[in-house]
Structure formats: C-alpha cells, structure tokens
C-alpha cells in the first residue's frame, strides 16, 4: 500500500472511530445530564468525584463531594472548603475515546488491540482519578498556584501517559512493528 493510501486509510479509521464513540458518549450525556430547573452531573462524572473523595479520605483528608447546584459539576470540598470541581471534562472519558481511536486507526491483531484498548482506558481512568486527588490537595495548600497546577502540571500527567500509551502500542504492539522489522531482514 502506498504512503498516501496508508495515511488516508489511519484517518478514516481514527476519524470513523473518534466519531462512533464520541456520537455515543454525546448521546449517554444527552440522557444521563439534567440541566434545569435542577442540575445533575452524568453519572461517570458522579462517579469520578466519588472515586476522588473516596481515595483522598482514605489518605487521611477530610473530603466531601457535593452536587453543584448551579452547573453541570461536582464540587470537592475539603475541611468544607470548595476546592475544586469536577465537570464532564475531567472524567477522563474524552480521553480515552481519542486513546481507543488512535489505536484502533494503528491496528494490531484484533485480540491484541481489544485488549490494549482495554487495559489502557481502565490506566488513564485510574491515573484520572489520583490526577484529580493530587489536583484537589495542590489547589487546597497552593490556592494561588492554580493556574500553574490547573493549565499545566496535572494536565502534562494525563497527557503524557496517553502519549506514552501510544509509543508502546505502535513500537510494540501494532502491526506497525511488524512491518518495521520486515523491511530489516
């Protein structure tokens, strides 16, 4: 297959993929969020603010997740401190829709991709939610840093693991190895 034919062939599977799954993640939103006369979260993003109080309180902080009454979020308040919120953003399901898009637009066997979509998505969710607990406790002791903390630090972790996650399955795992070592011998 030519170079052309290979690069249209990733972005129509990567885009096919990307819009399949986020039709169907903007579909769950569209039933599960209430936005008037009272707000509620979907319950993903529910559940994220849970995970993230449960894990903080089981550290030994005094940490509630409450309902915003005003907008589509989860407040975490800590010693009864708002501090940061939760939103459908954060829950990390965006992100592994990318994640699995790009995967399967770098294929490797089917086994092995499902697998590896799998694996990976339950690592950013759960890296999601430590990212989230370490966020909250940053902006509760360094309230003045939360641009910093906010626009840079926590999201390069988030990212940067997906990136990672991507190196690996391409230099590994995908048919991509494959052919690379093919054309060595």
């Known amino acids: 297959m030519s170079k052309r034919k290979s690069i249209r062939f990733f972005l129509l ?9 986020f039709g169907l993640y903007s ?28 894990l903080l309180n089981f550290f030994g902080y005094n940490v509630r997740a409450v309902a915003h009454e005003s907008e589509l979020s989860v407040k975490l308040l ?18 592994i829709i990318l994640f699995i898009a790009f995967i399967v637009a770098f ?14 998505s339950v690592l950013i969710y759960g890296v999601n939610i430590f990212r989230i607990a370490f966020l909250t406790m940053a902006l509760y002791k360094w309230p ?32 991509y190895k494959k052919l690379k070592d093919a054309k060595k011998v």
């Open 13 to 21: 599977k990567f885009f096919s993929t990307y819009f399949l799954l």
């Open 27 to 54: 579909l769950y939103l569209n039933k599960t969020q209430i936005k008037s006369p009272i707000y509620k979260c979907a319950p993903i993003t529910n559940l994220v603010a849970s995970q993230t109080e449960g």
């Open 78 to 95: 800590v010693h009864n401190v708002y501090t940061a919120r939760v939103i459908e953003g954060c829950n990390s399901i965006s992100l």
């Open 107 to 120: 294929p490797g066997s089917l086994k092995t991709t499902v697998l590896y979509a799998l694996l990976g």
């Open 144 to 175: 003045y840093e939360q641009k910093l903390l906010h626009s840079l630090v926590f999201p390069s972790i988030i990212y940067g693991m997906v990136f990672l996650l991507w190196v690996v399955w391409v230099n590994v795992f995908s048919n």
